[in-house]
Every structure is written in C-alpha cells, then in structure tokens.
C-alpha cells in the first residue's frame, strides 16, 4: 500500500517527530511511504494524480488549499489535526475563529476520515462541527505515540534542573517561565527550542535548537518537565519526558488531563498561574521521594503510547478508506448518476447560452469607456425591467408544472407550449406598444438604444420558455448541445458587430443570438400541440402571476439599483456596479445550475408527500452552499484585484473595489437564498412566500436607496442591498421551513 503524508514541515517540530516515527514503522512493514511539505509544491501533479490515501496535517488555510488541490483528483484524504483550531484564554481571536470554523467543517464534509490525538479535542471540535452525524462516523481518536527504544528501563540518578523543549513564544509560556526562573534561582532551569529571548538569570541555560537524537541526553540530566502552555493538544514533548522518568509539570488544558493524572504522572497547573508553577517545584524539590515514585509511574504508563501500540490502528483506517473506496465508489456514482450527468450538461448549457451574452459584455467593458459602459447598462437595466413583464414568471411557472404534468397529465403538457406562448405574446405586444408611445419623450437621447433592443422583450421570454419545458422534462443534455452549437455559431457575428458599430453593434448581436437560439429550440421540441387548454392557461397563469411578482421584486431589489444611479447621474459608477454584479452572477453560476437540476426532484418529493427528506435537504444545502459562498468570496476577495489590473486596468481604481469588497459580504446568503428560490420554493408550489418577500422587499429596497443616497451618496444603494439582503433570505427560509414543519406535524 502506497501512503502520501502531507505535513507542514518534515524536519522541525513534534508533528515531524511524529511523522518520520510512523513512517519508519510503516516502511518496515512493506508500506510505500512519500513525506512531503507542502512547500514543495513540484510534487503535486504527481501526487494527486494516484488514487493512494494520502495523510494531511491541517492547520490553516495553505492546508486547506493543498488539501483541495489533492482532492480534485484523488478522494481518499485522510486530515489529521496536531494542533488546536480554537485556542483559549490570551489566544482567542475572533477572525482567526471564523477562518478555523470554516477550515474545519470543510475539511469534515470531504475528508475520508478524521485522526485528532484526544478525545477532549474530538468533543472540543464536534460542538463547532455543522454535520455532527458525519463528523461522528468519520472521527477516530488515536494519541501520539514514541519509540520503545527511548524508553528508559528505570531510573536512579535524580536532580533539581528543570527542562523545557518547545518553541519560545507566548504561546508556550515561554515568558512565564522566564519569570518562574527569576523567583527561585535555586533551581536549573534548561531550554531547549527555537526563538529569541532576553535571559536575565543565570539560573537558566538557554541550549537552544537541537537535533532530535541528542535530546534525549538533556531529559536524563533533569528531573521534571515543564510545559506551561496556553494551548496545547497532545505534545510529544510530554512522551518523550515521560520515556526518560521525568516528573510532568503542564498547563491545566483539557488534552492535558488526559494524558497527566495529578499526582501519578506530574501536575496540573492554571495557564499563567507562576505562583502555582513555583509551589509545585518546591514542593517536588523537598520531597525527592516523589519525585521517585512519579518517575516510577511514568516509566510503567509510557508503554501504552508506544508506537506498537498506537501506529497499527493507523493502519487500520488507511484500510478501511481503500475498502470504502473500492465499495462505494461505483455505487456512489450510479447512485446520483442522474444528477451529475445532468448538472454537467447544464453547465454546458449554461456556458452555451451565456457564452454570447457574456462575450458581448466583456468586449463592451474592455472597448467602451466607464461612462459609456455606465450608459449602455443603464440602457439595458431598463430593458431587463420590461423583460419581467412580458415573461411575468411564464417560463418558471412552465418549469414546475412541465415537472409536474410529466407525472400526472400528459395531455396538459402538450399544452403547455402553445398557452404559454400566448401568454407571453400577448404581455409583450402591450409593452411594445406602450414604449413606442410614451419612449421619446420618457428616454429622450437614449430612446434610440431601445429601439435595437427592443425584440428582446419577446425573444428573452420565448428562450426561456423552452428552457423551462427542457428542464421541467429533464432533458439537460439536449437543452446543452442546442446552446452550445449556438453559443459557437454566435462567435463569427459577436466580434465583427460590436468591433464595427460599437455600442450598436453590442446590441445588435443580442438580437441575432436570442432569435437563432429561438429557432434551434422551437425545431428540437415537437411534443405539443396547437390546443386552447383553460385549465392550464389558468394553473400556469395563476402561478406566473405569484412568480412575476417575486420577479418584479428580485428586479426591484438587485437592478433597480442601476435606474436610481441613472437618475441621480452616477454613470461612472453604474459601471463599477455592474462589472461587480456580472462577476457575482458569474460565481453564482454552479449554484443556480444546481437549484435548476434540483429542483424537479423537490417537485416530486413534495407530490409524493416526502416532505421529511425536503426538510432535511433544505438544512442540508444551506449549510453546504452557505459554506461554498463564504470560500469563494475569501477567494475573489484576495483575486480581484491582481485580475483587475491584468484585464481591466481601467476599473483598478477605489470605487470598484469599495462596490466589490461591500457586495463580497452578501455573496454567501445570496447563493443559498437562489437555492432556496428556485429548488424549494417554486419547487414545491409555494411561490406565494417568494411574492410577498420579494416585493415587499424590493419595495424597501427602492425606498432605502433613495433615502440613503441622499444620505450617504452613491454607496448608500450597497448599504440598503446589504441590510435587506440577509434580512429578505431568512424571512423566506423561515416561512417555508414553518410551512414544510406544518405537513410534517399533519
């Protein structure tokens, strides 16, 4: 069996030590071995392109990204916690907190198996775990072991030294001990570790960093040991003192009363407390024959941390993740099959269908100054805002009862197509209608761009109509290749256009993809028929109705931010706001391709009544999409701007970084609040709660930013997104959690 550990260090430090014992007890027993520190990033492609367990020692967030690096390609991870993610008392710090509590709940949900050194750790961590269930399956407690060979058989020779073997940082009390040192000089103090300190007295010999098989000569020099940390876990330090018949002298900390039994092994003492450390000393000073029978004591218990002892249960787990793998790993697969196959064929559609759009609005930020990209979003925000109309939650709607016919009537699902058709065309010939009038003299010198645009208002809700039927039937794969094919044939026009007529030319090429995309989707679905149905006119229509205004209240809340910042002339920043809103839909992307896949299946359990298991997916996915939303933004924030300045040096400026860092704070929320939306919410029928909360919400919003922006200027529409962002997802989670607890209670 080959075994990869991955370590911050292989040469210095206990967690070292530990390393290169287990690995020499595991290459004597045939296991192919490779330590490597994660500095040594040359070996990575090779590593994680073999299906080996491999080991990591995690302990922040560089563990972290390696940690993923080797999961991309290889999931038999196995993480192992040497230290402590949330230190106590001097040393409890609130973003480094945040940044552990993160590191560990992901490490949780992808790794194999879990090896933490005690089970006073194990408990410590499991209350900061979200998913207690999995934390407990794959959690083992195995505890630091050392050679036999360093085990003295017995002991006669004693002193008055004390040692210490650790890092000089206050972290290890290295200063408390200094001032321990300074009020009993009777008493040889030895040090051995790494780190600068300022030596006052001469009772104290400061060896410094020494080689790991020379240490042990100093522990047969000294009588007791002392460790008086702030945080500690397991130190072999305390084996190694244990091994020579050292008296144990450590910090009161929950590891540490697992390993030390006051008064067989050593003593206890409260971190900090030098006055409790100088009684203890003094009294171990007066009575030598304690310090013989504790020695004695230590001589007898060491041997149930041998690594005969602890290291085959290493084994143990590397076995059980191989069985595991080669058990489930099929099965997984065909297991969610359906699932995977048609989440990929939706990013490949997705891709497709955006590709033009995207390209467009790339090629408009690069050639357009700010101000001109600041006009031309303006423009379209306004013509998203009529969009809203003409599909009024049509294609939605069609979504959920296409899912929900395909089960129930397959007569009104042929129907559906043409009545929805009707709808849509109906509602955008009143809106053309109404913009030919009152545009001239409502949009003035901008009126011209919308008379370009202006067919989007039918050919966006078509397209969406037919993707809706496509998704409803869970026809992913087909939906894909029309999308991409189209999405290829729209590069030979894209460039041209806007390269020649600019801003025109933008608009032009919107026209042009939606109206082929149009085709290719009316040719490829032929299951319908041209039949007036009431029914589904009226179930459809009813619904789009709740939808539409959810609809109208998303706009209100996320674009009508564009349309206040064109009526107050903030055009430049119209321009940073929409460049940062197009990168977070852009990393939105997977989420709501996966709520979209999802969602037909939140259908079906909710007709079969399974509303138990939508309860518990509904936790589920908010944990996990809440989790991926705070990674990707810690990620965007340290990229943004290194990107920013190799493409777009024309936004590398304050404003669209302050835009970017404020909207980074409700990235997490958001991408679970589109689950929760599309998924579950429409999913099950309840758009009612997404009507209300939407538009009472966007109402506000509306509201909030003109009050704010007179208050606090242009940034006042981030601070009103801000504020209701979070407050409009926890109301929506809130009723519809209350709504599915009320069918389970029936």
Not at 308 to 320: D, H, S, T
Not at 345 to 364: D, E, H, N, P
Request: net charge positive; with cysteine; proline share 3%.
């Amino acid at each position: 069996m080959k075994i990869y550990f991955i370590a911050r260090s292989l040469n210095d430090g206990g967690e070292a030590v530990f390393i290169n014992n287990l690995l020499f007890y595991l290459k004597k027993r045939s296991f192919s071995i490779k330590g490597m520190s994660i500095n040594r990033k040359k070996y990575f492609t090779k590593i994680i392109s073999e299906n080996s367990p491999s080991q990591h020692f995690i302990y922040g967030l560089k563990s972290l990204f390696i940690f993923f690096k080797f999961y991309t390609k290889n999931r038999n991870i196995i993480s192992t916690f040497h230290n402590n993610l949330f230190p106590t008392l001097i040393y409890k710090r609130i973003p480094y907190e945040i940044r552990n509590l993160l590191i560990l709940n992901l490490v949780a949900i992808f790794s194999k198996k879990i090896i933490l050194l005690t089970e006073q750790q194990r408990l410590k961590f499991r209350k900061k775990i979200l998913f207690k269930s999995i934390f407990d399956k794959k959690s083992v407690v195995i505890n630091n072991f050392i050679e036999k060979e360093y085990i003295l058989k017995s002991r006669k020779n004693y002193s008055n030294s004390v040692l210490f073997v650790g890092r000089y940082t206050k972290e290890k009390g290295i200063f408390d001990l200094l001032s321990l040192a300074e009020k009993i000089l009777e008493i040889n103090f030895n040090l051995i570790g790494t780190g600068e300190i300022e030596q006052k007295s001469k009772n104290v010999n400061n060896i410094g960093p020494i080689s790991y098989f020379n240490i042990f000569k100093y522990y047969d020099k000294s009588s007791i040991f002392i460790l008086p940390s702030y945080t500690e876990v397991f130190p072999i330090t305390i084996l190694e003192a244990m091994a020579r018949g050292l008296v144990i002298l450590v910090s009161d900390l929950p590891g540490m009363r697992e390993i030390i039994k006051e008064g067989r092994n050593g003593y206890l003492f409260p971190p900090g407390d030098v006055k409790k450390m100088k009684e203890i000393i003094l009294y171990l000073k007066n009575n030598p024959k304690e310090i013989e029978r504790i020695s004695k004591n230590n001589l007898r218990d060491i041997w149930k941390f041998t690594v005969e002892k602890q290291a085959p249960k290493y084994i143990k787990v590397y076995e059980e993740v191989l069985k595991e793998s080669k058990k489930n790993g099929k099965n997984k697969y065909h297991q969610h099959k359906e699932t995977i196959h048609n989440f990929i064929w939706r990013v490949l559609q997705t891709f497709g269908k955006s590709l033009a759009t995207f390209l467009i609005f790339i090629l408009c930020v690069k050639l357009l100054t700010p101000y001109d990209f600041g006009i031309y979003n303006y423009a379209l925000a306004i013509v998203v805002f009529l969009i809203i109309f003409g599909d009024f939650g049509i294609s939605t709607a069609t979504s959920k009862y296409v899912a929900e016919y395909n089960v129930t009537d397959k007569n009104k699902l042929k129907s559906v197509l043409f009545n929805s058709g009707i709808i849509i065309l109906g509602l955008t010939i009143i809106i053309s209608i109404l913009i030919l009038l009152i545009g001239p003299s409502y949009l003035k010198e901008k009126y011209v761009y919308f008379l370009f645009i202006l067919p989007l208002i039918f050919l966006a809700p078509m397209t969406s109509l037919y993707d809706g039927i496509y998704r409803g039937l869970k026809q992913f794969k087909k939906l894909a290749i029309i999308s991409l094919i189209v999405g290829l044939i729209s590069l030979s026009f894209v460039y041209i256009l806007i390269k020649t007529y600019g801003l025109i030319g933008a608009l032009i090429s919107q026209d042009l993809f939606y109206v082929i995309l149009l085709l290719a989707l009316g040719f490829s679905y032929k299951e319908f028929h041209f039949k007036w149905n009431k029914e589904v006119m009226k179930e459809v229509g009813g619904y789009s109705l709740l939808v539409g205004v959810a609809d109208l209240g998303i706009f209100l809340y996320i674009q009508f931010d564009i349309i206040v910042l064109g009526w107050f002339n903030y055009i430049n920043e119209i321009a940073y706001l929409s460049l940062a809103n197009k990168i977070f839909m852009f990393l939105a992307i997977p989420f709501a391709i996966f709520s979209q896949i999802v969602a037909p299946n939140i259908t079906s359990l909710y007709v079969h009544k399974k509303y138990g298991d939508i309860n518990k997916k509904l936790k589920k996915y908010f944990c996990y999409s809440f989790l991926f939303g705070i990674l990707i933004a810690i990620i965007s924030f340290i990229l943004i701007k290194p990107i920013t300045i190799l493409f777009l040096s024309q936004y590398d400026n304050y404003y669209f970084y302050l835009f970017f860092g404020l909207l980074l704070i409700i990235f997490p929320i958001r991408v679970f609040g589109s689950i929760l939306a599309t998924s579950f919410i429409v999913g099950t029928g309840q758009a009612k709660i997404m009507t209300y909360n939407n538009l009472i919400f966007g109402i506000l919003n509306v509201v909030m930013d003109i009050i704010f922006i007179y208050v606090f200027g242009f940034i006042g529409v981030i601070f009103s997104t801000l504020i209701l962002g979070y407050i409009s997802v926890l109301v929506a989670y809130y009723y519809f959690n209350k709504n599915i607890n009320n069918k389970i209670s029936k």
